[in-house]
């Protein structure tokens, strides 16, 4: 079992920054890759950044070179720095792990956080 729990949403302008946090805790060992994935009002979720277990990162054509994804093993915390905001980038966003594929590739989710960008 993991959990996640997203932090640091809020309210930015355009051209901002912001910077979520997501803790994990449970079977941190048991977790292959984190991702954060976006879902604006009325459409639907959408995958922004990803990070796996050795450290590979990647990010969506929409938000590449201005959001990046890190993380911090001691803290078992996976950040997204998000620079450069736009009006686009306004939406709730998720924290999401999955396990090993050995250990059947579960998805466990966060409750999100509100992000939005103001023009």
């Known amino acids: 079992q993991v959990e996640v729990a997203e932090s640091g949403g809020g309210f930015v302008q355009v051209g901002g920054s912001l910077r979520l946090s997501c803790v994990a805790s449970?079977?941190?060992?048991?977790?292959?890759?984190m991702a954060w994935y976006r879902q604006a009002a009325g459409k639907a979720r959408e995958l922004v950044a990803t990070?796996?277990?050795?450290?590979?990162?990647n990010t969506v054509d929409s938000v590449k070179g201005r959001f990046a994804i890190s993380r911090d093993n001691a803290k078992n915390t996976v950040n997204l720095q998000m620079d450069s905001l736009k009006p686009e980038d306004t939406a709730v966003y998720y924290c999401?792990?999955?396990?090993?594929?050995?250990?059947?590739?579960?998805?466990?989710w966060g409750q999100g956080t509100q992000v939005t960008v103001s023009s």
């Open positions: 999401a792990a999955q396990t090993r594929p050995e250990l059947g590739s579960l998805w466990y």
């Open positions: 449970g079977s941190i060992d048991s977790i292959n890759f």
């Open positions: 990070i796996t277990r050795s450290g590979r990162t």
